[in-house]
Nanobody, 126 residues
């Protein structure tokens, strides 16, 4: 099992930016398929973005063009750069890792990931 920890959440106004970071304390960040998910109150957990060992990326339709996922192996972190934030982006954001080296070409559901962080809150005010 891989321990994951998210950081970087907070409160911003509409149109603002935040960068979330995911680390694996005491270990190297997993080299395979990793993703960011989010869950708003009363809603299901949804895939936000994913990347894998080939650095291929996939995004949900709701964040494409505004969010960027990246795996920095030198700094040993997974990041999610979020720009042009909207109130509907308000949610708890989770980092997840799978066992496979490669993600599929489309965002994978939460059930396909094995390890999760505790989440970090992102709140976007109108």
């Amino acid at each position: 099992q891989v321990q994951l920890v998210e950081s970087g959440g907070g409160s911003v106004q509409t149109g603002g930016s935040l960068t979330l970071t995911c680390t694996s304390p005491g270990n190297a960040i997993p080299t395979g398929c990793m993703a960011w998910f989010r869950q708003a109150p009363g809603k299901e957990r949804e895939t936000v973005a994913q990347t894998d060992s080939d650095r291929s990326q996939a995004y949900s339709n709701s964040v494409g063009g505004r969010f960027t996922v990246a795996k920095d192996r030198f700094r040993n972190i997974l990041t999610l750069q979020m720009n042009s934030l909207k109130p509907e982006d308000t949610a708890i954001y989770y980092c997840a890792a799978g066992r496979e080296a490669y993600c599929s070409g489309v965002p994978r559901p939460a059930s396909t990931y094995d390890d999760w962080g505790p989440g970090t809150q992102v709140t976007v005010g109108s």
